[in-house]
């Protein structure tokens, strides 16, 4: 079975602050994708990741792909009450195409 | 704009019954799949399908069935339900073979076996 492991699990800052998430394995993935889940309802993709190296922006949220494609990380700059929720990192797998789920990073953001 | 469909939300068993979890999705994507969510542990997958007459197991297959006789439905069997399979469950569907797709997921069905 091949694991993701997400830290850290629970995170609680207040808002303004900036925070970084982290999701390592020991296994290569072909991508890596990062899904935000709100109370209630399934994971949302936020973004893709394909290549070793890779960084993404999407306005205050930075993520990056490990050169070894076996990491990543979410940076989160000014956080805001709306970021809150249950942040997931998923892994690509060659071949068969499984999308392996890390342990997830519940956070939240203290007006 | 359907997306991934799931029926029931909410459902109750005693250990012992079977019930069927339905799922369809209207995107025509080849790749369906069943995860379970405990809390602490991510989401984490019972079976899959990359096409109509195509399933395969994942990580946490046992006490479940799939079949896949259509393109867009994906239904999960409890067999005989048991306290342990109490979770959230949720269905995904996605294009196959492309590095950069998307899952797409249902809005979970959560159970409880007494």
């Known amino acids: 079975t091949q694991l993701l492991e997400q830290s850290p699990q629970f995170l609680s800052i207040q808002e303004g602050e900036n925070l970084t998430v982290y999701c390592n394995s020991s296994?290569?993935?072909?991508?890596l994708q990062w899904y935000r889940q709100e109370p209630g309802e399934g994971p949302v993709l936020l973004v893709t990741?394909?290549?070793?190296?890779e960084v993404k922006k999407l306005k205050r949220l930075t993520f990056q792909f490990g050169d070894a494609r076996k990491d990543s990380s979410l940076h989160i700059t000014a956080a805001q009450p709306g970021d809150t929720g249950l942040y997931l990192c998923?892994?690509?797998?060659?071949?068969?195409?499984?999308?392996?789920f890390g342990t997830g990073t519940r956070l939240t953001i203290i007006p | 704009n359907a997306g991934v469909t799931q029926t029931p939300k909410f459902q109750v068993l005693k250990t012992g019954q079977s019930m069927t979890l339905q799922c369809a999705q209207d995107?025509?994507?080849?790749?369906m799949s069943w995860y379970r969510q405990d809390p602490g542990m991510g989401l984490r997958l019972i079976h899959y399908s990359v096409g109509a007459g195509i399933t395969d197991q994942g990580e946490v297959p046992n006490g479940y069935n799939v079949s896949r006789s259509t393109t867009e439905d994906f239904p999960l069997r409890l067999l005989s339900a048991a306290p342990s399979q109490t979770s959230v469950y949720f269905c995904a569907s996605s294009y196959y073979g492309r590095r950069n797709t998307e899952a797409f997921f249902g809005q979970g069905t959560r159970l409880t076996v007494v």
């Open positions: 995107m025509n994507h080849e790749y």
């Open positions: 296994s290569v993935f072909s991508s």
């Open positions: 990741v394909v290549t070793g190296g």
């Open positions: 998923a892994g690509l797998n060659f071949g068969n195409e499984k999308l392996t």
